[in-house]
């Protein structure tokens, strides 16, 4: 059975060394938690640069969906790298981007006829989509969700509501985007509970945006992911989808999903859409398409996607080596690794609610497949966040060779690749709970 190795004081002396470098030489926004210099992985595995073994629980935020360097993905890099590395999708045209469109149309929900817009990451599927819900309904205003992360670009940046850091200093922001409470019901903006409330969280949209501040008539667009990730791995009540999409269609307002991080079978389901009874209008894929491989998408119906030649484009969007490993990706998906992030989901999701049990800042856990969210409380009264003590929890993890991220104020998040195994995810929990026992 595999365990984590620790051999050197975290961090080791080559990775001190390349620690000073990068302080040097790479941007300082950038959000590291813990000292993790890594130079090679295999499935849930990764190694740093003195020989530390760890076993990786994040997947580098939740986008390593079929585990490190899986053989199928290097072997369809390869072979694409070996044919055709670029050819830009904007002004040619070459079979992989048609054939990954395709597929995007068929493990989408709502029938074939549909278009996809290739671009490199989560943030452009985003602001692809804005522009698109503007474009074709000649509407200005947005909705958008406090809590949400949409990604750092001006459109997506201002459709987020995550954290006052990220648009700190960046504004004026796009104009014309409210944000509204999610349905983040352990921390109901309302003081409600469900079902009772009748989602309250919606009925403000109704009741008080659109009668005080924003016309209905010039929304284009809620953007909502179907499980807050960054947020906190929050996920809405059963029947909430149905009714935000009513309200949509009432209006004529697009649903837009930003499925980048829920997306492509991390929740146990293709999209995590389709935990509910709605369908969105435009759905947004990255992180997990491609195995780590920087491509997005947005997909639409083929009657929404039809701005003109020149309204949207970009040159590496789509580009031959990333559909190759996206289109190795979803085959892998359909054929095992969707079950097995509910099996393995199953499974974490059971013991960590015996974990909770016995510790009392443990104040929620949350998840659909290999989606997991664990919010940490000072007491389950006052239910006040404590983002030292997860901070801790989270480093002391990576002492113990288990790599772990934070998300939303003081939640942590257990996405692991989707080739998780069960074995794997005890060694993942036994040292997950040994760290919670020295708190
Ligand atoms: C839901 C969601 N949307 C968009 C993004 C932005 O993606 P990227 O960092 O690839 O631009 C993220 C990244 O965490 C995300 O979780």
């Known amino acids: 059975m595999q365990k984590p190795k620790i051999v050197t004081k975290l961090p080791g ?29 295999q499935g849930c595995w990764v190694w740093d640069v003195d020989g530390n073994k760890f076993l990786d629980f994040n997947a580098g935020i939740a986008v390593c969906s079929t585990g490190h360097c899986h053989h199928e993905v290097v072997k369809a890099i390869q072979k694409q790298a070996e044919t055709l590395i670029h050819m830009s999708g904007t002004d040619y045209y070459y079979p992989l981007q048609t054939e990954l469109a395709e597929k995007l149309a068929e493990i989408t929900p709502g029938g074939m006829n549909k278009r996809a817009f290739f671009c490199n990451s989560g943030a452009e599927s985003v602001e692809g989509a804005f522009k698109l819900a503007r474009y074709m309904t000649k509407r200005q205003y947005a909705i958008a969700f406090w809590g949400a992360f949409h990604g750092r670009t001006m459109g997506a940046l201002s459709l987020t509501g995550s954290k006052v850091t990220q648009r700190q200093g960046f504004g004026p922001l796009i104009a014309g985007v409210h944000h509204v409470p999610y349905a983040y019901c352990y921390r109901c903006a309302y003081n409600l509970e469900y079902p009772g409330c009748d989602f309250a969280c919606i009925k403000h949209i109704e009741d ?13 667009g809620i953007f909502i ?12 009540p059963k029947g909430y989808f149905k009714r935000l999409k009513a309200l949509c269609d009432k209006y004529g307002i697009l649903l837009i999903a930003d499925e980048v991080q829920s997306g492509m079978g991390r929740s146990g389901k293709m999209f995590a ?5 709605a369908m969105a209008d435009i759905y947004c894929v990255a992180k997990g398409i491609a195995s780590g491989m920087p491509i997005g998408a947005f997909v639409a119906s083929a009657g929404l996607m039809s701005w003109p030649s020149g ?60 989606m997991i969210g664990m919010e940490l409380v000072e007491d389950s009264i006052t239910k006040k966040s404590i ?9 002391k993890c990576f002492e113990k060779g288990l790599l772990m991220q934070g998300c939303g104020n003081s939640s942590i998040r257990f996405s692991p690749p989707l080739v998780v195994t069960q074995e794997e995810a005890h060694t993942a929990l036994d040292i997950f709970e040994s760290v919670l026992k020295s708190f």
């Not at 008080?208 to 284009?220: A, G, H, I, Q, S």
């Open 13 to 41: 002396p080559k990775a001190q060394k390349l620690l000073r470098k990068d302080k040097k030489f790479i941007s300082p926004s950038y959000t590291r938690s813990y000292p993790a210099v890594i130079e090679r992985g």
């Open 208 to 220: 008080t945006l659109f009668k005080k501040t924003v016309p209905p008539e010039e929304v284009c």
């Open 225 to 236: 992911e179907p499980i807050q990730g960054e947020g906190g791995y929050v996920i809405p």
């Open 273 to 277: 859409m389709e935990h509910y009874d």
């Open 311 to 370: 309204a949207h484009a970009s040159t590496f969007g789509g580009n031959p080596v990333c559909c190759a490993s996206a289109m190795a990706t979803i085959k892998l998906l359909e054929n095992g690794l969707i079950d097995n992030a509910n099996k393995v989901g199953a499974v974490i999701m059971k013991r960590l609610e015996t974990i909770q049990a016995k510790y009392p800042f443990i104040g929620d856990v949350r998840g659909k497949g290999l």
């Open 387 to 395: 983002p030292e003590k997860r901070n801790s929890i989270v480093f």
